[in-house]
């Protein structure tokens, strides 16, 4: 029961409150708790929380602004086409078993029984259309098979109005309302649907069954279904057959006459829909038939007609219906939004033993339905709706995205992993054996060019340009690459992984390895096993930044130490020097306001603790004596020139620099600690041989 406070009971409220918004009766029977997505109980779903009886509603109150709040996003976008639908639970029951020609395992036994969702729909119209148009109607089912789902999202016509995917968005465009007036609803009697048809000749055959009684159908029970597509059944062999989907209403087939549909239309909008509502309520639930066309190369290549075509179908007369299941629909769903709404067909959910083909309509198609579901459902996480959710296990590594409400544990988001080998739970794995595999193709017809999941052998040498790599360094570079990898491996906790990457680099570089090894003071693994030799490969100069030469000055940054009573002459001349050279002068100097020079005044670019040596590629300065001396006391100016020194910069010096800060700092000269007067030159140059007397490198 909701917790209530004396005043929450209504106290010191007027006592008629509850009355009013209830029509006079206080009792509701019934039910749990009325609360806020948040779990807090709710004391009146009646009326909103004023500043007095008359007064205005206060934004204090939470629990309308939820209410209203969720309410204003209650709908999410219709079905691009197929908006109109509704949908049953079910089960599939397969009769005759098929193992010779599929490895799939709802056709593995008779009497298996898989779990289905199935929706029907009308094409063309919105959402809120009627069902009795003259359309074509889906008919989608989405088997929860033990090995996944398979959505097997079809038609109740056997052919389709175009041949490849890339028409489609014109098709829909010509048959939805027209696009300057919004109408026709739910309807192809008009210009743009006949113009287009009538330059797609492609279309006609397909036209023949929408002017057919198949596109009145008297209820969804008596439709045959059609998955259309010409697809592939694969056996545990690996043997593809050709197949075509049927269903067959048990109900049998039976449409409407126009007028009927035109008068329903008027009297009952949703005539379809009740029908299907009404049969599962009272218990006559609807079955069809599963029936397969299966049909080898040979048969598809005596036809007169692709069977990569959709807009052909193979006359039974020629390769007849073996019916190997029924489908059976006997629970409407709890509710139509989470369910109905929200269920996402995707053709390209087949399982182990059912494989595509070449037809390009199909191939399309595997793109279209994945990429609408986003825009459809809002996430990527759509799959993690109920209705969509396999019903088998499932596990992978996709992770995160909008609304994700899986809390996978531990860090294993990767593979290849071993942290099995440090006590982790490792995460899923592939299956090569019992994993779906694509039907490989022969080479040999033009259905079934050769599909792999394969690196060639071309690619299979993974060191030799490693090796030439740390061959092309220079040695103050590999230094460099020796000491990045004891660093990075130093943060690596996992053991037999550093242990690992050793063995690793012992295929790049012996010398290297080693290094590696006893910055670690590890020892030195075994090689790893290469598959391809390594070779030794020419170095090449082009992979060392140091080889390069040293850069131009231009685009580089030279901070400028100054302080009260400095040379502004000697400055300017740094300055111009450095902006000569196409570089960019910073002034640093302790305090940032006008400062007193000898020759004038300055303001800084920068304060001197704010603006450390790192953020410039070389730096100098021009200083009096007693400011060097001031300075050599400063923490932030020491730090100023052995930053510089310690990463090999050149360092500009003044005489009084020298005396009081370098000197002290035992920063002697070499190439790059010049007197200012040799500064710009040198300037853009790092300085590497001073590295080693400054920094302990592997
Ligand atoms: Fe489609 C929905 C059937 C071609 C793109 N299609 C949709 C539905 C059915 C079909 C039954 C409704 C599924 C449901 O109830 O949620 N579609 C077909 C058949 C086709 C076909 C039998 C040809 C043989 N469709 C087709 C092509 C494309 C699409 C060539 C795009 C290139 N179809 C879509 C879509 C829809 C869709 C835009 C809208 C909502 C959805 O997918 O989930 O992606």
Redesign the pocket.
């Known amino acids: 029961m909701p917790k209530t406070t004396k005043q929450a009971k209504g106290s010191k409220a007027p006592a008629s409150r509850n009355t009013i918004g209830k029509g006079g009766d206080t009792h509701q029977a019934g039910g749990p708790p009325l609360t806020t997505n948040f779990g807090v109980p709710i004391s009146d779903n009646q009326n909103s929380l004023k500043a007095g009886a008359r007064g205005p509603v206060l934004l204090e109150d939470f629990h309308l602004r939820e209410k209203i709040f969720h309410f204003d996003h209650e709908r999410i976008p219709e079905?691009?086409?197929?908006a109109r639908?509704s949908?049953a639970h079910g089960f599939f029951e397969c009769t005759d078993p098929i193992p010779d020609l599929s490895r799939a395992s709802l056709f593995a036994e008779k009497g298996k029984r898989t779990p289905v969702f199935t929706?029907f729909?009308t094409v063309a119209g919105s959402k809120g259309s009627k069902d009795t148009p003259r359309d074509v109607r889906?008919?989608?089912v989405k088997f929860y098979t033990d090995e996944g789902n398979w959505d097997l999202?079809?038609?109740n016509m056997p052919v389709?109005f175009?041949q490849d995917?890339i028409k489609?968005?014109d098709l829909v465009h010509a048959v939805k309302p027209e696009a300057d007036r919004m109408f026709p609803q739910a309807a192809s009697a008009h210009d743009t649907f006949w113009d287009f048809v009538s330059l797609m000749p492609e279309s006609t055959h397909m036209l023949t069954w929408l002017m057919s009684d198949f596109a009145l159908p008297r209820s969804f029970r008596t439709m045959q279904g059609?998955g259309?597509?010409t697809f592939r059944l694969v056996n545990e062999a690996g043997e593809s057959t050709f197949v075509k989907f049927h269903w067959r209403p048990r109900q049998g087939t039976q449409s409407t006459t126009w007028d009927e549909a035109v008068k329903i239309s008027g009297a009952d909008p949703d005539f379809l829909r009740r029908d299907l509502w009404e049969a599962i309520q009272k218990g006559d639930f609807p079955e069809w038939d599963f029936a397969i066309q299966a049909f080898d190369l040979d048969t598809a290549r005596s036809l007169p007609f692709d069977v990569l075509d959709?807009s052909k179908l193979i006359p039974e007369e020629i390769v007849p219906l073996r019916v190997i299941g029924r489908m059976v629909l006997d629970r409407w769903p709890d509710n139509f939004f989470a369910e109905t709404e929200q269920?996402?067909?995707l053709p390209h959910n087949v399982v182990p033993g059912i494989d595509f083909t070449n037809d390009p309509?199909?191939q399309?198609?595997l793109?279209?339905?994945l990429?609408?579901?986003k825009s459809?459902l809002g996430t990527t996480n759509f799959f993690q709706i109920p209705v969509n959710q396999p019903k088998c296990p499932f596990a992978n590594l996709n992770r995160d995205g909008t609304m994700q409400m899986a809390v996978p544990k531990g860090r294993a988001n990767y593979e290849p992993n071993s942290l099995d080998q440090a006590g982790e739970e490792p995460g899923p794995r592939e299956d090569p054996v019992n994993g779906f595999t694509s039907f490989r193709g022969s080479g040999e017809d033009n259905d079934a060019s050769e599909k792999l999941r394969v690196r060639p052998e071309s690619f299979a040498d993974h060191f030799s340009q490693a090796r030439m790599m740390f061959a092309s360094q220079t040695s103050i570079e590999q230094a460099h690459m020796a000491s990045a990898f004891v660093f990075e491996l130093s943060k690596v906790e996992l053991e037999h992984v550093r242990t690992r990457m050793l063995s690793q680099l012992r295929n790049v570089d012996e010398g290297l390895a080693k290094r590696v090894a006893d910055g670690l003071a590890m020892p030195l693994p075994k090689a790893a096993a290469a598959v391809a030799p390594t070779l030794d490969l020419d170095a090449s100069d082009k992979l060392s930044i140091v080889k390069q030469g040293d850069p131009p000055m231009k685009g580089r940054k030279v901070g400028i130490l100054f302080d009260e009573g400095s040379d502004k002459a000697a400055l300017d001349k740094l300055g111009k020097a450095v902006i000569d050279a196409g570089g960019t002068p910073f002034f640093v100097a302790p305090k940032v306001g006008e400062l007193k020079l000898k020759g004038g005044t300055m303001k800084a670019d920068g304060q001197l603790a704010g603006s450390p040596s790192v953020l410039f590629d070389a730096v100098a300065c021009a200083i009096m004596p007693d400011q060097a001396k001031k300075l050599s006391t400063d923490g932030a100016a020491l730090q100023w020139f052995m930053d510089a020194h310690g990463h090999a910069k050149t360092i500009g010096y003044c005489p009084a620099t020298k005396e009081f800060i370098l000197d002290k700092l035992g920063i002697e000269p070499d190439s790059g600690v010049i007197p200012n007067a040799e500064f710009p030159n040198v300037a853009p140059a790092r300085h590497w041989e001073r590295e080693p007397k400054v920094r302990m490198l592997a």
């Not at 079905?79 to 197929?82: A, C, S």
């Open positions: 079905r691009i086409v197929h639908g949908g929706r729909s889906g008919f989608a999202v079809g038609n389709f175009i995917a489609f968005p059609f259309v597509h959709a269920v996402a067909f309509l199909l399309g198609r793109f279209s339905y990429d609408t579901q459809r």
